[in-house]
């Protein structure tokens, strides 16, 4: 199953690499990508394989440090925007 996330990543050394990683890591094996500087931060929009839920994704990525927002995209068989995951920007 095809998943898809959008999120604010913070403007650190590795931190995309960070989100990648530990996507994969957890069995969401990224297939697209697209990501673009917003000052300082990065605008990220992910697509993942895995038959895990989307939800579990949205959730361990917004433990990321470099990480401020989450947000759950509609898959390409759904309509809308949910699971949204933010964190406190300090």
Same mark, same amino acid.
């Given at each position: 199953?095809?998943?898809?996330?959008?999120?604010?990543? $913070?403007? /650190?050394?590795?931190? =995309?690499?960070?989100?990648?990683?530990?996507?994969? $890591?957890?069995?969401?094996?990224? %297939?697209?990508?697209?990501?673009?500087? *917003?000052?300082?931060?990065?605008?990220?929009?992910?697509? %993942? /394989?895995?038959? $895990?839920? $989307?939800?579990?994704? %949205?959730?361990?990525?917004?433990? =990321?440090?470099?990480? /401020?927002?989450?947000?759950?995209?509609? *898959?390409?068989?759904?309509?809308? %925007?949910?699971? *949204?995951?933010?964190?406190?920007?300090?």
């Amino acid at each position: 199953m095809t998943h898809k996330v959008r999120l604010r990543v $913070k403007c /650190e050394p590795g931190a =995309l690499q960070r989100v990648l990683v530990f996507a994969s $890591k957890r069995g969401y094996e990224p %297939v697209g990508i697209q990501v673009r500087r *917003d000052g300082e931060r990065f605008e990220m929009e992910l697509k %993942v /394989e895995s038959e $895990k839920p $989307k939800m579990l994704l %949205v959730r361990t990525l917004g433990q =990321l440090f470099d990480v /401020e927002s989450v947000l759950g995209m509609p *898959d390409d068989n759904e309509e809308g %925007v949910h699971e *949204d995951a933010p964190k406190e920007v300090e």
